[in-house]
Every structure is written in C-alpha cells, then in structure tokens.
C-alpha cells in the first residue's frame, strides 16, 4: 500500500494485538484495554465492561492515529502472522563502498555492522518523516 493512503482508516484496519486488564474493584473496578506496539501509556482506555474498553480503545486508536499522521510520526504496524525476522541479512556490496564504510566506522569508534545498522535506521526514519 502506498505511503499517501494510508491513512487512519487503514492503521484502524490492521490486526494490533490488544491487551484486556481487570482493574481490582479496590481501585475502582472495571477493565483497561490497550495495545502495546503503539505504546501502552498512550493507546489504553477504560471501560466498566471489556466491550466498553474494547469500544473506547478504537476511539483513542482513531484520534492517536489522526494525531500522529498530521504529526507525520511513523506508525508502526504489526507483523503478518506467520512472518518473522531473524535480525541477520547478508548485504553485498562493491568493494569500495565497503572500504568506505569501515572508515567511517572506525573514525566513529564503531564497527562495520553497527554503522550500517545507524545508516539504515537512519534511512528508515527519514523515509518515514516524508
């Protein structure tokens, strides 16, 4: 899906994992839904009922996700079931770029595979900011 549509309505699509907690009757009883990917302390609401919670958590979804696109704050989304990462990937690369990269490297007092982690991460979160 391209950058320019996805917006609210298709983060309100994707399958976030949620979380239903019972808040003791001591403390006033009832339930706190919330959905940890995109930050438990500002993706949460209450309910007297896990429906009511549930149904409050998709307002507080909507209005987090209009907030942080007109932001332009990148928005998380949830794995594909099934699909998981390792962490590793084998980059090929010419040879002088690869000398190249180890000198800024060192001159950082890094190694090879953290600079292109920082450049990457970097990379990412520009392209997210556009």
Known sequence: MSKSIKDAAY???LNYEKTLTAVPQDEGGGYIAAV????TSSTNAWGETEAEALETLKTVMRNNFESW???KYPIPE?????????GKYLLRMSPYVHAQAETMAAKQN???NQ???NAVCEYIGKACML
Do not use: D, N, Q, W
């Open 110 to 112: 890094i190694s090879l």
């Open 69 to 71: 696109i007109a932001g």
């Open 115 to 117: 600079f292109l982690c």
């Open 78 to 86: 949830p794995e594909a079931k099934g699909k998981r990462y390792s």
């Open 36 to 39: 940890p990917l995109l930050g």
């Open 11 to 13: 983060y309100m699509s």
